[in-house]
């Protein structure tokens, strides 16, 4: 497999197929705007003020569970920033770090640093502000401590040498790059990759607001389909429901509603049957679940 062929998306946006990332993703909004912003000054700062004064890499790092919408943001992310630069475009690069990580001795620092110093400058070589989004980078960054010395290969641990080194050459090689790089694994990730990060972000688990805004969203979604269930975003027990939700992730929390439609033969015939005692009654069993779930991984 070719280096090449880690490059998973590669979209100039706008591209309407994104225009719904941003805003699906219910968090804090200064959570957002941060991110946001951070990309903006990247791209505006480096190339105009020495990397040595600005100490700006060009780097956002987004923490949190599965399901919490990170990879999504990131998405959103370069088409917002496609409404608001001057020139109204910004490339999305998506690259898939999993196949780089090779068994054999030497194989994986060479293909990082090939992927990130060779091929990626030469796909951006035009310049475009640029998203280039990193799934899960504990792969590629893993912490070098003693401790992680002794449970992963030093082929892993040269990886992390060259990324960071590929981060402070293209930061100032390639000032058009901005780096979005998720984690749910923060605890394994390197202390220097992180002390490199432009912003941190915490992209936890909603809260009980938080979930009624994403019920009240995918409800009025369903209900462009299925005339009538968007009654129920109106509903005022929608509230409990979300209570009730607490400790799961956004993804789950959207899955409700089919998973609550799914729950009677007449409402899966008739999705718009769905009513308020459906909802509750599947955020209950959901609840249920994942307590269950999180005592057996207490044992």
């Known amino acids: 497999m070719t280096v090449a062929e880690h490059i998973a998306v590669n979209i ?3 591209d309407r197929a994104y225009a719904a990332h941003w805003d699906a993703i219910v968090v804090p909004p200064e959570r957002k705007e941060r991110l946001l912003h951070h990309a903006l000054l ?4 480096r190339g105009k003020i020495a990397f040595e004064m600005s100490a700006v890499h060009g780097l956002a790092v987004l923490l949190g569970p599965p399901g919490t919408g990170k990879t999504t943001l990131a998405r959103g992310l370069a088409y917002t920033a496609s409404q608001v630069l001057q ?3 910004c490339r999305l690069v998506e690259i ?11 194989q994986t620092q060479q293909a990082v640093s090939e992927l990130l110093l060779q091929h990626l400058p030469e796909l951006t070589e035009d310049s475009m502000p640029t998203i280039v989004l990193l799934d899960e980078v504990e792969s590629m960054a893993v912490a070098r401590s003693a401790a992680s010395l002794s449970a992963n290969p030093v082929d892993v641990h040269r990886a992390t040498d060259a990324v960071l080194t590929a981060l402070d050459d293209l930061t100032r090689r390639a000032p058009h790059l901005f780096f979005v790089v998720t984690s749910n694994y923060p605890e394994g990730l390197d202390a220097a ?3 490199r990060a432009d912003v941190v972000l915490d992209i936890g688990l909603p809260d009980a607001e938080a979930l009624h805004r994403i019920l009240v969203d995918t409800l009025r979604a369903w209900g462009a389909a299925y005339p009538g269930i968007e009654r129920l975003a109106d509903d005022a027990s929608l509230a409990t429901t979300a209570r009730a939700l607490q400790g799961v992730d956004g993804r789950q929390a959207r899955k409700l509603v089919p998973q609550a439609i799914a729950g009677r033969l007449e409402c899966a015939l008739a999705p718009a049957t769905l009513t308020a005692a459906d909802l509750l009654g599947a955020a209950s069993a959901l609840a249920r679940t994942q307590k269950e779930v999180r005592a057996l991984h207490a044992h």
Request: glycine fraction near 12%; charge should be positive; charged fraction near 10%.
């Open 42 to 45: 990247a791209w505006g700062v």
């Open 12 to 14: 100039v946006m706008p």
């Open 87 to 89: 020139a109204r475009r």
């Open 193 to 195: 990759f992180l002390s």
């Open 96 to 106: 898939h770090p999993h196949g780089l990580m090779s068994a054999e001795h030497g």
